[in-house]
């Protein structure tokens, strides 16, 4: 801090009186000092005359004083004393130097006495003068040092007190200082991080500007005056290099170098251009390969600090689709404005700020008056208006100004024109533009007239009057309708129940009567029994299948199956018949085919059993064929494509029509050939569209027919690992006799699918003596021949070959028979399987012994009652049934109990445990989902399964009985393969949880 103005001149003061303090303390210690050296030289004069008197009268007295040199010792007035003394002794040297004279002895004597004396007294008197003074002096300077160094003290003092209150003034300052430095530090320490983002920001910005600028697709560049890139986008360099095959970079030059001359020239101009005009944009036409491209090239120039030109900044784009899209848009309003025109459609464009309207030459012509007499505003527009709907007319248009509304206006009012003619008017129309408080202040719309629909609705709403007559009466009618499909659904219902139930009984015993021993007459009769309750269950079953269709009730099922399989099961089941007609079946899969696909097995069985069914009735002799390829639709769906081909009779063009329409027939007539309910092909065409697919057929009469239809599968995917066990006998080698040209063919395909080598030959009478020469590992033989034939060309083969020799059967010649030829290590039944033939193949390859005969031998069966002891209880009304339930389950060695209603079910479970229940549904006095429910309300069905065994089949049978607690349910009439396969499924399952 400052020292305050008014201190000031205390302290110049105190400064001035020590600084005069000092100067005489100086001053007189300085006199003081030339005092003393006086007083020093007065003794030495004193010592020097007595020394004078001693020396006598001899010039050497006189040179000493000479030497003495008092005058210049001591100049006058030096002091500020009285002369006197240097006066004196100097007038007394003169006298003894004008009087000194050897020879005279007495003058020198006299005069130097006097001066002797006079000196003395001189010297004397001057020597304590200046002892007083000198005394006097001494004093003054210590009084005067004594003041001083008190007032020096004091000032010392003082600018201690000044310095020490500065320097706390100055601590205090540099503290201040120190917290701003350090609050500038913060803050240059926060401006510093604050810098550093924004550098961040402003690179991330760059790079995603860059990013922005290289996804556009557009060419962006800049040169400078030079013609240098300084930088450019991908979009750029790719199309430079398309065009000129150069690499370009940063620094290159856009010359001669690198465009042709022409191309150069012409950018010279443009680039000219701007670097004089500053900024200018056109637009470029060219033709390339006979299309017109056009692009939009803008170039604007870069300025230095100077405000000079440096460089240009260049955007080109191609915009032949926006031309394209703009001649469009053109063509398209010229469209629009002679459809407007055609349809009598007046556009009206309304400024609400002004309330003008503008209106196209149309409106006019529908009020019948020139475009002048139409009026601008909306009150003259409202002057058209009838009387009756101007209100709300104006209050329509009212709604359209308000802000925050729906801003359209869709109004139909009457108006009269110039002739006097009512007219219906038709206005639709839309805000198109409003001001920042949402205020609308433009819309746009066209207005037409609708006479004659207003005419047309009035007719409409009579007849929509009648409609509702006409949809009541379908109402009345529907009802009766729907109680009339309830009465015969309740009919199909009892029917099923009713002709499944003997059904049973004859189905069933016949299976057991084929089981015992029979002759052949009675076998013939039984399998004639047998076939016709298939036949019959068939059509049941196929009534009730389209039944459900029909009704939309039947849902397809997804599980995952080997499609292989399938096929094997479907030509397993009618094996029998084509072996009986002396026809041959095969398949082949192709290679694309995955193993394993997730759907509705039984349905797909059930389609390709009706189409093979068909090939069969319809086929006297030859082949039927069967193929599956795939086609992968994406991840993890696959389209199969099946084709089933026959050589049998075709079908006709004209029948080709109603092929698939339910209960139709190729031959209607009562005198047909071929029997059936016309609904399979119906049923087979609504599963497969069920599976996203479809069907079609390609036949030609008198030669044969091809049905082929796809469906849409999910392929399963098994974690277990892949058991490839033909591997190691991949390249095996096979001959293979054919009887008959192209029998073969799918098993050949097969074979080579397996890796095999194939060599085919034709059988003949003379192939024994000319067999072909090399190597063979396996041999298929025909059986279609009598015995010595074959066994000539087994004596011959194995003559030749080391080879295993397989024979492939028709189902019409026994295996005992086959069995009795020597050097035959297998036998294979057509038609062929070919999961079986492959089983066969390993076995027969990797046995020791070749004199096996038969490749897969059967094990010893043991019954399933054995296998899987279980206590088994059938509840059934019907004598009939209920003697064939016991009778099949004593043949799988089960000896069950049977009782006829559910109340005996009650009772009988109270002192026996059963282990499986089959349940009929339909019982006296107490039937089986009743039963069913009271054993579970009193406990007594804990370890026990019971399994619905019924004859009801139709939708929602089995989720009726499932949902009164049973837990399985299988329908009649029940086969003895299909009851055991159930038993021994809950038989493990039983296992399984009394060993859990």
């Given at each position: 801090?400052?020292?305050?103005p008014h201190?000031?001149?205390?302290s110049?003061?105190l400064?001035?009186?020590?600084l005069?303090?000092?100067?005489?303390?100086?001053?007189?210690?300085?006199?003081?000092h030339?005092?003393?050296?006086?007083?020093?030289?007065?003794?030495r004069?004193?010592l020097?005359?007595?020394?004078?008197?001693?020396?006598?009268d001899?010039?050497?007295a006189?040179s000493?004083?000479?030497d003495?040199?008092?005058q210049?010792?001591?100049?006058k007035?030096?002091?500020?004393?009285?002369?006197?003394?240097?006066?004196e002794?100097?007038?007394?040297?003169?006298s003894i130097?004008n009087?000194?004279?050897?020879s005279i002895?007495?003058?020198?004597?006299?005069?130097k006495?006097?001066?002797m004396?006079?000196?003395?007294?001189?010297?004397?008197?001057?020597?304590?003068?200046?002892?007083?003074k000198?005394?006097f002096?001494?004093?003054?300077?210590?009084?005067m040092m004594f003041?001083?160094?008190?007032l020096?003290l004091?000032?010392?003092?003082y600018?201690?007190?000044?310095?020490?209150?500065q320097i706390?003034e100055f601590?205090?300052?540099?503290?201040?200082?120190?917290?701003?430095?350090?609050?500038?530090?913060?803050e240059?320490?926060q401006r510093?991080?604050?810098?550093?983002?924004?550098?961040?920001g402003?690179k991330?910005?760059?790079?995603?500007?860059?990013?922005?600028?290289?996804?556009?697709?557009?060419?962006?560049?800049?040169?400078?005056r030079?013609?240098r890139?300084?930088?450019?986008?991908?979009?750029?360099y790719?199309?430079?290099?398309?065009?000129?095959?150069?690499?370009m970079?940063?620094?290159?030059?856009l010359?001669?170098s690198?465009?042709?001359?022409?191309v150069?020239?012409?950018w010279?101009?443009?680039?000219?251009?701007?670097?004089?005009?500053g900024?200018?944009?056109?637009?470029?036409?060219?033709?390339?390969k006979?299309?017109?491209r056009?692009?939009?090239?803008?170039?604007?120039s870069?300025?230095?600090?100077?405000?000079?030109?440096?460089?240009?900044?260049?955007?080109s784009?191609?915009?032949?689709?926006?031309?394209?899209?703009e001649?469009?848009?053109r063509?398209?309003?010229?469209?629009?404005?002679?459809?407007l025109?055609?349809?009598?459609?007046?556009?009206?464009?309304w400024?609400?700020r002004s309330?003008e309207?503008q209106?196209?030459?149309?409106?006019?012509t529908?009020?019948?008056?020139?475009l002048?007499?139409v009026g601008?505003s909306?009150?003259k527009?409202a002057?058209?208006?009838?009387?009756?709907?101007?209100?709300?007319?104006?209050e329509a248009?009212?709604?359209l100004m308000?802000?925050?509304?729906e801003g359209?206006?869709?109004?139909?009012?009457?108006?009269?024109?110039?002739?006097?003619?009512l007219?219906?008017i038709?206005?639709?129309g839309?805000?198109?533009e409003?001001e920042?408080?949402?205020?609308?202040?433009?819309?746009i719309g066209t207005?037409?007239e609708?006479?004659?629909?207003?005419?047309?609705e009035?007719?409409?709403?009579?007849?929509?009057?009648r409609?509702?007559?006409?949809?009541?009466?379908?109402?009345?009618a529907k009802e009766?309708?729907?109680?009339a499909?309830?009465?015969?659904?309740?009919?199909?219902?009892t029917?099923s129940?009713e002709?499944?139930?003997p059904?049973?009984?004859?189905?069933g015993?016949?299976?057991?009567l084929?089981k015992?021993?029979?002759?052949e007459e009675?076998?013939?009769?039984?399998?004639?029994i047998?076939m016709?309750?298939?036949?019959?269950?068939?059509v049941i079953n196929?009534?009730?299948d389209f039944?459900k269709?029909?009704s939309?009730t039947?849902d397809?099922?997804?599980?995952?199956?080997?499609?292989e399989s399938?096929?094997?099961?479907a030509?397993?089941?009618l094996?029998?018949?084509?072996v009986?007609?002396g026809?041959?079946?095969?398949y082949?899969?192709?290679?694309?085919v995955?193993?394993w696909?997730e759907?509705d097995?039984?349905?797909?069985?059930q389609?390709?059993?009706?189409?093979?069914?068909?090939?069969?009735?319809?086929?006297?002799?030859?082949?039927?064929?069967v193929?599956?390829s795939?086609?992968?639709?994406?991840?993890?769906?696959?389209e199969l494509?099946?084709?089933?081909k026959?050589?049998?009779?075709?079908?006709g063009h004209?029948q080709m029509?109603?092929?698939?329409?339910?209960?139709?027939?190729?031959?209607?007539?009562?005198?047909?050939?071929?029997?059936?309910?016309?609904?399979g092909?119906?049923i087979?065409?609504?599963l497969?569209h069920?599976?996203?697919?479809?069907?079609e057929?390609?036949?030609?009469e008198?030669?044969?027919?091809?049905?082929?239809?796809t469906?849409?599968v999910?392929?399963?995917?098994?974690?277990?690992?892949?058991n490839?066990?033909l591997?190691p006998?991949?390249?095996?080698s096979?001959?293979?006799?054919e009887?008959?040209?192209?029998r073969?063919?799918m098993?050949?395909?097969?074979?080579?699918k397996?890796?095999?080598v194939v060599?085919?030959?034709l059988?003949?009478?003379?192939?024994?003596l000319n067999?072909?020469d090399?190597?063979?590992?396996?041999?298929?033989?025909?059986?279609?021949?009598?015995?010595q034939?074959?066994?000539?060309?087994?004596?011959a083969c194995k003559?030749k070959y080391?080879?295993?020799?397989?024979?492939?059967?028709?189902?019409?010649r026994p295996?005992?028979?086959?069995?009795?030829?020597?050097?035959v290590?297998?036998?294979l039944?057509k038609?062929?399987?070919?999961?079986?033939?492959?089983?066969i193949?390993i076995n027969?390859?990797?046995?020791?012994?070749?004199s096996?005969?038969?490749a897969?031998e059967?094990?010893t069966?043991q019954?399933?009652?054995?296998?899987?002891?279980?206590?088994?209880l059938?509840?059934?009304?019907?004598p009939?049934?209920?003697?064939?339930?016991?009778?099949s389950l004593?043949?799988?060695g089960?000896?069950?109990k049977a009782?006829?209603?559910?109340?005996?079910?009650?009772?009988i479970?109270k002192?026996?445990?059963?282990?499986?229940?089959?349940?009929d549904?339909?019982?006296?006095e107490?039937?089986?989902l009743q039963?069913?429910?009271?054993?579970?309300?009193q406990?007594l069905?804990?370890?026990?399964?019971?399994?619905?065994?019924?004859?009801?089949a139709l939708?929602g049978?089995r989720?009726?009985?499932?949902?009164?607690?049973m837990?399985?349910?299988?329908?009649?009439?029940?086969?003895i393969?299909?009851?055991?396969?159930l038993?021994?499924?809950w038989a493990?399952?039983?296992?399984q949880?009394?060993?859990?």
């Amino acid at each position: 801090m400052n020292e305050s103005p008014h201190k000031r001149p205390y302290s110049v003061i105190l400064l001035a009186f020590v600084l005069i303090v000092g100067s005489f303390s100086t001053f007189y210690a300085y006199q003081n000092h030339r005092a003393s050296e006086v007083f020093i030289k007065l003794q030495r004069l004193e010592l020097f005359t007595n020394k004078i008197f001693q020396k006598g009268d001899s010039l050497e007295a006189y040179s000493f004083f000479e030497d003495l040199e008092i005058q210049t010792l001591y100049p006058k007035n030096e002091f500020g004393v009285s002369p006197l003394f240097t006066e004196e002794i100097a007038n007394g040297l003169n006298s003894i130097q004008n009087t000194f004279d050897p020879s005279i002895t007495t003058s020198y004597h006299q005069s130097k006495a006097s001066f002797m004396v006079q000196l003395e007294e001189t010297v004397q008197r001057y020597r304590l003068f200046y002892h007083a003074k000198i005394e006097f002096q001494n004093r003054l300077i210590l009084i005067m040092m004594f003041t001083g160094s008190i007032l020096f003290l004091s000032v010392l003092f003082y600018i201690l007190l000044k310095w020490k209150q500065q320097i706390d003034e100055f601590n205090e300052v540099k503290r201040m200082n120190e917290r701003k430095l350090i609050d500038l530090s913060d803050e240059l320490r926060q401006r510093d991080i604050e810098k550093d983002e924004i550098n961040i920001g402003l690179k991330q910005n760059e790079r995603e500007l860059l990013k922005i600028i290289n996804s556009m697709d557009a060419m962006i560049w800049s040169v400078d005056r030079e013609y240098r890139v300084r930088y450019a986008n991908d979009e750029f360099y790719s199309v430079i290099k398309a065009q000129t095959g150069v690499d370009m970079r940063p620094g290159m030059r856009l010359d001669n170098s690198i465009f042709p001359e022409g191309v150069t020239n012409f950018w010279d101009v443009l680039y000219s251009k701007a670097f004089n005009l500053g900024s200018f944009s056109f637009q470029e036409e060219r033709t390339t390969k006979g299309v017109k491209r056009y692009r939009q090239i803008n170039i604007q120039s870069i300025y230095d600090n100077d405000n000079e030109r440096i460089s240009l900044a260049c955007f080109s784009k191609d915009i032949t689709d926006l031309i394209l899209k703009e001649d469009a848009i053109r063509e398209t309003t010229e469209r629009l404005k002679l459809a407007l025109y055609n349809a009598q459609h007046g556009l009206w464009d309304w400024n609400m700020r002004s309330n003008e309207f503008q209106f196209d030459n149309i409106w006019p012509t529908i009020l019948g008056v020139r475009l002048h007499e139409v009026g601008t505003s909306i009150e003259k527009w409202a002057n058209w208006v009838h009387p009756e709907d101007r209100d709300s007319f104006l209050e329509a248009w009212h709604q359209l100004m308000l802000p925050g509304g729906e801003g359209v206006i869709e109004h139909q009012y009457r108006i009269l024109n110039k002739d006097g003619r009512l007219l219906w008017i038709q206005t639709k129309g839309s805000v198109t533009e409003t001001e920042s408080n949402g205020i609308p202040i433009r819309a746009i719309g066209t207005s037409w007239e609708i006479s004659v629909s207003k005419q047309l609705e009035e007719r409409l709403k009579m007849l929509l009057g009648r409609q509702r007559e006409l949809n009541d009466e379908l109402f009345h009618a529907k009802e009766s309708a729907l109680k009339a499909l309830q009465v015969k659904s309740e009919f199909m219902a009892t029917m099923s129940h009713e002709i499944r139930t003997p059904m049973n009984g004859v189905i069933g015993m016949t299976s057991l009567l084929l089981k015992t021993k029979l002759t052949e007459e009675q076998q013939d009769f039984v399998n004639t029994i047998r076939m016709s309750g298939d036949t019959l269950l068939a059509v049941i079953n196929d009534i009730l299948d389209f039944s459900k269709i029909e009704s939309g009730t039947l849902d397809l099922e997804v599980f995952p199956f080997r499609v292989e399989s399938c096929i094997e099961e479907a030509i397993s089941l009618l094996s029998n018949q084509a072996v009986e007609k002396g026809l041959e079946m095969v398949y082949f899969i192709e290679e694309n085919v995955p193993e394993w696909i997730e759907g509705d097995i039984t349905r797909l069985r059930q389609i390709l059993i009706n189409l093979l069914s068909n090939a069969v009735k319809f086929t006297n002799s030859g082949l039927i064929q069967v193929n599956l390829s795939s086609k992968k639709l994406d991840t993890d769906r696959i389209e199969l494509f099946f084709s089933i081909k026959d050589q049998g009779i075709g079908i006709g063009h004209s029948q080709m029509r109603n092929l698939f329409q339910p209960f139709s027939q190729l031959d209607a007539s009562t005198t047909r050939k071929y029997g059936g309910t016309g609904l399979g092909l119906a049923i087979c065409n609504r599963l497969v569209h069920m599976m996203e697919g479809s069907m079609e057929v390609k036949s030609i009469e008198g030669e044969g027919s091809e049905f082929s239809f796809t469906i849409v599968v999910h392929e399963h995917i098994t974690q277990s690992p892949v058991n490839d066990s033909l591997k190691p006998l991949e390249g095996l080698s096979v001959l293979l006799f054919e009887k008959y040209i192209g029998r073969n063919e799918m098993l050949v395909k097969q074979l080579r699918k397996w890796h095999f080598v194939v060599k085919q030959i034709l059988w003949s009478s003379e192939v024994t003596l000319n067999l072909p020469d090399g190597h063979f590992d396996l041999i298929f033989i025909p059986s279609e021949s009598d015995n010595q034939e074959l066994m000539n060309l087994l004596s011959a083969c194995k003559a030749k070959y080391d080879a295993k020799v397989l024979i492939v059967c028709s189902g019409s010649r026994p295996k005992d028979e086959i069995n009795k030829f020597e050097g035959v290590n297998g036998f294979l039944i057509k038609p062929i399987r070919y999961s079986i033939l492959k089983q066969i193949v390993i076995n027969i390859m990797n046995r020791t012994s070749i004199s096996a005969h038969l490749a897969i031998e059967e094990p010893t069966k043991q019954l399933l009652g054995e296998r899987y002891p279980l206590q088994i209880l059938v509840a059934e009304d019907n004598p009939v049934n209920q003697k064939l339930a016991l009778f099949s389950l004593k043949n799988l060695g089960y000896p069950a109990k049977a009782v006829v209603n559910g109340l005996e079910v009650l009772d009988i479970v109270k002192s026996v445990s059963f282990d499986l229940i089959f349940m009929d549904v339909q019982m006296p006095e107490l039937d089986g989902l009743q039963a069913t429910r009271a054993l579970i309300n009193q406990g007594l069905k804990r370890n026990t399964k019971v399994i619905a065994m019924t004859a009801n089949a139709l939708e929602g049978d089995r989720e009726s009985c499932l949902e009164a607690g049973m837990d399985d349910y299988i329908a009649k009439p029940i086969t003895i393969d299909a009851l055991s396969n159930l038993i021994e499924l809950w038989a493990k399952r039983i296992q399984q949880n009394g060993a859990g």
